[in-house]
């Protein structure tokens, strides 16, 4: 497949996955909405891998990357369900835009890898400012939105974790394999939490039926793996652009699909964050950069 069109697919299916994992919460628990994505998923990838003949286990440390790879799922994913009953679809997307910030700072502690410079440590303030101004606007149309807020940073916190803990294995893996191994290892833990929240699986509309397959087979399975594609490919400045693009669609899509709307200070917020990753991502058309002699 073009790296282009992988790209493109990319930023569409993370585009869309905020409001499709509103719609799959239906009228039932968040829980079940989850389990019955994770599980879809995990079931057609082994099934892929039984046909195909591929093996899981095949190499030492395989065992680690699909460890780490899997806190993207659980607890990650039940938190981001729970966080999507307080707010609107295209300000998960726009507050998760902040993971390269976490990235970051957890590169420095776990790696020992510091990137921020100046000009990073400043575009962290103006991120950090913009988020206020966000929680500061939800803050004073609905109190839960607060619970909403912080649930979805700290999914950024246990997604840019795995991220980090996977960068430092040197075990290879090849992408449907990771986004498989994870999805196996994650599993137990979605089983014993759907089982303590005691969700029942109720017969869900056929909207929310139709997002859980979208997001098992889209966004779990083919979005990941193409990412891992890209990610392989490309330079990480280019990927790192998905960050700045799928907020814009998640925005988009939340409006035109879902009748959400942001206040205005909401969307002061949202752009701070924007301006904070355009500074961050050293994106500034405007930069001169020395020439090679």
């Excluded at 000009?119 to 803050?139: D, E, P, Y």
């Excluded at 997001?215 to 280019?238: I, N």
């Amino acid at each position: 497949m073009p790296v282009l069109i992988a790209y493109i697919l990319v930023v569409l299916i993370w585009g869309t996955t905020p409001l499709a994992i509103v719609w799959s919460n239906g009228s039932g628990h968040f829980m079940a909405a989850v389990l019955s994505r994770m599980l879809l998923a995990l079931v057609v990838a082994l099934v892929i891998n039984a046909l195909l003949g591929r093996r899981l286990f095949d190499r030492p440390g395989a065992v680690w990357v699909y460890l780490f790879a899997s806190l993207g799922i659980f607890p990650n994913m039940p938190l981001v369900y729970y966080s999507a009953q307080f707010i609107p679809s295209g300000l998960i997307a726009v507050i998760f835009a902040l993971s390269p910030f976490v990235t970051g700072v957890l590169s420095a502690f776990i790696l020992k890898d510091n990137p921020f410079n100046r000009q990073r440590l400043c575009a962290l303030v103006l991120a950090v400012l913009g988020l206020g101004v966000i929680f500061r606007s939800q803050l004073a149309l609905d109190e839960g939105a607060a619970i909403g807020i912080a649930g979805i940073l700290g999914s950024c916190v246990l997604f840019s974790t795995s991220s980090v803990l996977l960068k430092a294995q040197r075990t290879s893996v090849d992408a449907f394999n990771q986004t498989t191994g994870s999805l196996l290892f994650a599993m137990p833990g979605l089983l014993a939490f759907w089982w303590l929240a005691d969700a029942p699986m109720p017969a869900l509309p056929t909207q929310a039926v139709a997002a859980i397959v979208y997001l098992a087979l889209c966004g779990s399975l083919l979005g990941f793996t193409l990412f891992f594609f890209v990610l392989s490919r490309l330079s990480p400045s280019v990927v790192s652009l998905i960050t700045l693009i799928t907020p814009i669609l998640a925005l988009s899509s939340g409006a035109l699909l879902a009748g959400e709307r942001l206040s205005t200070e909401a969307l002061i917020g949202t752009a701070l964050v924007f301006c904070a990753l355009v500074l961050y991502l050293d994106l500034l058309p405007f930069r001169r950069h020395p020439k090679h002699r």
